[in-house]
């Protein structure tokens, strides 16, 4: 069984910053991409940044030069850094990760959301 688990969202004001975390579990043979995604009151999920194939990273033109993507390998854990936090920033945050387990096949793995809101 694999898990994401979140941390990391909050309140915070217009220019302020938070720091998000993802933690990957279970039974883990190897992470092929991992990331950020969000999702806004009735606006679709999109993509916020991600790595892929190794250490390409992808981000949304929204958040370039704002937000920055790291990991830590040995702990199977991404981290999203924002800073410069917009109202429209404000959003459930998910991590997702396309994971092979030990047994089974290659799959899309979602974290239960964190809440981030920006606002004075």
């Known amino acids: 069984q694999v898990q994401l688990v979140e941390s990391g969202g909050g309140l915070v004001q217009p220019g302020g910053s938070l720091r998000l975390s993802c933690a990957a579990s279970g039974n883990i043979f190897s992470i092929y991409a991992m990331g950020w995604y969000r999702q806004a009151p009735g606006k679709q999920r999109e993509l916020v940044a991600i790595?892929?194939?190794?250490?390409?990273?992808n981000y949304a033109d929204s958040v370039k030069g704002r937000f920055t993507i790291s990991r830590d390998n040995a702990k199977n854990t991404v981290y999203l850094q924002m800073n410069s936090l917009r109202t429209e920033d404000t959003a459930v945050y998910y991590c997702?990760?396309?994971?092979?387990?030990?047994?089974?096949?290659?799959?899309?793995?979602w974290g239960q959301g964190t809440q981030v809101t920006v606002s004075s």
């Open positions: 997702n990760a396309l994971i092979k387990p030990l047994r089974g096949q290659l799959n899309s793995y």
């Open positions: 790595f892929t194939d190794g250490d390409m990273t």
